[in-house]
């Protein structure tokens, strides 16, 4: 029984099921996230007025890792 145990569980490494982190790839720019942030802070507009303007913020995939930019 020795033999046929190390025989599966060589076979096993063959049909071992891929990482979800490792089933898909994207190139650089392929994949990208984004959103508009509303600040609880008072932003300077110019010329004395204050706001709350949106700010665009975006997040890019590159080798299936999530970078912020």
């Known amino acids: 029984m020795?033999?046929?145990f190390e025989r599966v569980?060589?076979?096993r490494l063959l049909f071992?099921?891929?990482?979800?982190?490792?089933r898909t790839a994207y190139q650089p720019g392929e994949l990208?996230?984004?959103g508009l942030w509303f600040?609880?802070?008072?932003?300077l507009l110019g010329l004395g007025h204050v706001g709350?303007?949106?700010l665009?913020?975006?997040s890019a995939a590159i080798r299936g890792?999530?970078?912020?930019?």
């Open 52 to 54: 709350h303007p949106p």
């Open 16 to 22: 071992k099921p891929v990482g979800p982190a490792t």
């Open 56 to 58: 665009m913020v975006g």
């Open 32 to 34: 990208a996230h984004r």
């Open 2 to 4: 020795t033999v046929f």
């Open 65 to 69: 890792i999530w970078q912020r930019r």
């Open 39 to 43: 600040p609880p802070a008072d932003v």
């Open 9 to 11: 569980q060589q076979l």
